[in-house]
């Protein structure tokens, strides 16, 4: 197996933050509650993200979206991801109380969701630079680091990485994420490696890549054919978070079992029982999607109305399972 090891896989710093290395966790919805963030540190990443953040939300106290915002001093970096189109709320909620634990803000510029988009938040920001700009400007009064997640272009007709990346620098941005696929291919499709290799070479900020990694493989030709200074694992590092190690070579002899069960722990300590089982059945279901004859289980897994129910089938699913 491939890995980052040596010369790739390093320390990455980010405005006067020290990142342990430059193999970072995206922000998704759903599932990068503070449980799995600290999973991913634990296997090595460098940096992990809040889910989604809707700055609007938060305005108005929503109790889900400041579910969103649990962490503890034992968090090794704390990044919250912020959405919003509104260049004052924006820099309000940067500057708020409900912030205050959070080490970096990393600005959603990149969600396609079409009623994201259709409100002018997320991708639709790469559409009004001066806008993006002062929301960049607006979240630095903060103090904290500011970062940046958004795509390669809105269409596959019009790509401009490298310019957006030149907006995000010159407004202070610390650091971008770009993902590979435009805001018209969603999650499908070959990333466009050559638009975040232009980006690199275009700006001084630390570019990490993003989109299309499902592999140790896939990690180490994204960062190959990009130059970039660190990469972004999404969907797969649900489905393997043994990834992080095998980048890093962080050693873990935990088995997906061992993990899986030191994340029900972990999840009952900062959220009630119905986030605790939707969430540990979301993840259970991804880390299955690969094992020999688990299918059967599925449907128990989702029908389990208790913990006590749910630690038997995960037990059952992963039984003996070795890393």
């Known amino acids: 197996m491939q890995s980052m090891q040596g010369n790739s ?3 990455l710093r980010v405005g006067g ?5 430059n193999v970072l966790m995206a922000p998704l919805a759903g599932y990068t509650c503070y449980p799995f963030r600290m999973l991913a540190y634990e296997l090595g990443a460098g940096l992990c993200f809040t889910e ?4 609007n939300a938060l ?4 109790r889900a979206t400041n579910r969103l915002l649990v962490t503890t001093a034992d968090e090794p970096v704390r990044a919250v991801q912020l959405l919003g189109g509104n260049p004052a709320v924006m820099e309000r909620m940067a500057e708020s109380a409900f912030l205050q634990d959070f080490d970096i803000i990393d600005i959603n510029m990149g969600c396609s969701v079409p009623n994201v988009f259709k409100s002018g938040e997320g991708s639709a920001l790469m559409q009004d630079q001066k806008r993006a700009a002062a929301i960049i400007r607006g979240c630095k009064r903060s103090g904290k680091v500011v970062t940046v997640k958004c795509r390669v272009g809105i269409r596959e007709d019009a790509l401009f990485a490298a310019e957006f990346a030149r907006v995000c620098e010159d407004a202070g941005a610390d650091m971008i994420t770009i993902h590979g696929r435009t805001r018209s291919m969603m999650y499908d499709g070959e990333p ?10 275009a700006v001084s900020i630390p570019v990490i890549a993003n989109g299309g990694i499902f592999s140790a493989e896939d990690a180490v030709r994204m960062l190959a054919c990009t130059g970039a200074d660190g990469i972004m694992v999404a969907r797969y590092g649900l489905e393997n978070p043994f990834i992080f190690s095998e980048l890093t070579g962080k050693v873990c002899a935990k088995t997906p079992l061992q993990i899986l069960m030191q994340q029900l722990e972990l999840t ?5 029982e119905t986030f ?16 020999k004859g688990t299918k059967r289980y599925k449907e128990r897994l989702y029908r389990s109305g208790s913990l006590a129910e749910l630690r038997e089938v ?8 070795p890393v």
């Open 9 to 11: 896989a390093r320390p």
């Open 17 to 21: 933050l020290a990142l342990s290395s």
């Open 52 to 55: 989604m953040c809707s700055a």
């Open 59 to 62: 305005k108005y106290e929503d």
């Open 192 to 201: 466009h490696m050559e638009e975040i290799a232009h980006a690199k070479a």
């Open 268 to 272: 009952t300590q900062h959220y009630d």
């Open 276 to 291: 605790t089982l939707g969430y540990m059945k979301k993840l259970s279901s991804y880390m299955m999607k690969k094992r």
């Open 314 to 321: 995960i037990a059952l699913i992963f039984a003996d399972s």
